[in-house]
């Protein structure tokens, strides 16, 4: 009985030492962590303080430029400066919606052109000039869909906002 109230103390003692090394690991790993987050929250501040300040001075910087475009493109299309932005986003929605229907009725060309030849060598053997009028549709379609920018398309559908500011700030970059 002894020997076990023996071993039964030993095992107490040698467990509340690895329990003290154990606590003072993880307020070792809590103290670590606690520098790491705050590190880094100082880090970030102080990046978004710097972007801030930065574009603040790109803002001020670039403003008279951007003012003086805006005024341009006013008197252009003759309407005030302060409906300029919305007439230029809908000139950019009104744009995308003429490129999508170029591109729909390119590919349908292109497509109703495969299908009159597919047709037409499946009961000729030959190229006449029948055939041609078939083939020229689809070289000519073929050629202006390969040409086609599809992405100015689906930017000026999907965010004709980015493509305004885009003019404004080309325009900005022409008058200085």
């Given at each position: ?6 071993l039964f ?22 103290t ?5 987050i ?5 880090d ?5 303080g ?17 003012k ?9 299309i ?58 020229i ?19 000026c559908l ?18 200085v």
């Amino acid at each position: 009985m002894k020997k076990l109230l023996v071993l039964f103390v030993a095992m107490l003692s040698m467990s509340s030492i690895f329990g003290q090394n154990l606590i003072s690991k993880v307020d070792s790993v809590a103290t670590s962590t606690g520098n790491a987050i705050s590190t880094v929250y100082n880090d970030t501040k102080s990046t978004i303080g710097t972007m801030y300040n930065d574009s603040k001075d790109a803002v001020e910087f670039l403003y008279p430029e951007v003012k003086s475009a805006v005024i341009a493109i006013a008197k252009g299309i003759g309407c005030g400066v302060e409906h300029v932005y919305t007439i230029i986003v809908k000139k950019f929605v009104v744009d995308g919606v003429a490129d999508l229907i170029y591109f729909l009725i390119l590919a349908g060309v292109l497509i109703y052109s495969c299908i009159a030849i597919s047709k037409y060598f499946k009961t000729h053997e030959r190229i006449d000039w029948k055939c041609l009028i078939s083939i020229i549709p689809f070289i000519i379609s073929l050629t202006l869909l390969l040409n086609f920018n599809l992405s100015e398309m689906l930017i000026c559908l999907i965010n004709p906002e980015w493509k305004a500011i885009e003019f404004i700030l080309e325009t900005a970059k022409s008058l200085v």
